[in-house]
């Protein structure tokens, strides 16, 4: 069986704040670790029946952006659900709620 690796690296500052996030995979074209400005992972606890959630974003991070990442999370959230279960009701309401978010956003921006 193969196996890749993805690693996540948080710098803190004295009060635990990130002030720096890199990540790396084996499988990435980079040989070198890339800087994001947050991080939103879900795990599926299958004998809990829920979602383990860590979210993470570094103190720099402008509002507006943190905003649009979550847009774009739920954007990417409906295609991977359309294509992992063809479910194109929930899909479509997703991507419905992200278009309300983008205009939202453009109304009322940070």
Request: proline share 5%; hydrophobic share 35%.
């Amino acid at each position: 069986m193969r196996k890749t690796d993805i690693r996540f690296t948080v710098s803190l500052d004295a009060k635990n704040i990130p002030e720096k996030i890199e990540w790396d995979a084996t499988d990435k074209p980079l040989d070198t670790p890339s800087e994001t400005k947050a991080i939103s992972l879900a795990l599926w606890d299958p004998k809990q029946k829920n979602t383990l959630r860590i979210d993470l974003w570094t103190k720099d991070m402008p509002v507006h952006e943190m905003k649009r990442f979550y847009v774009d999370c739920i954007g990417g959230l409906a295609q991977s659900l359309l294509q992992s279960t063809g479910d194109e009701v929930m899909s479509g309401e997703m991507n419905a709620l992200c278009e309300r978010l983008v205009e939202h956003l453009k109304k009322k921006p940070d």
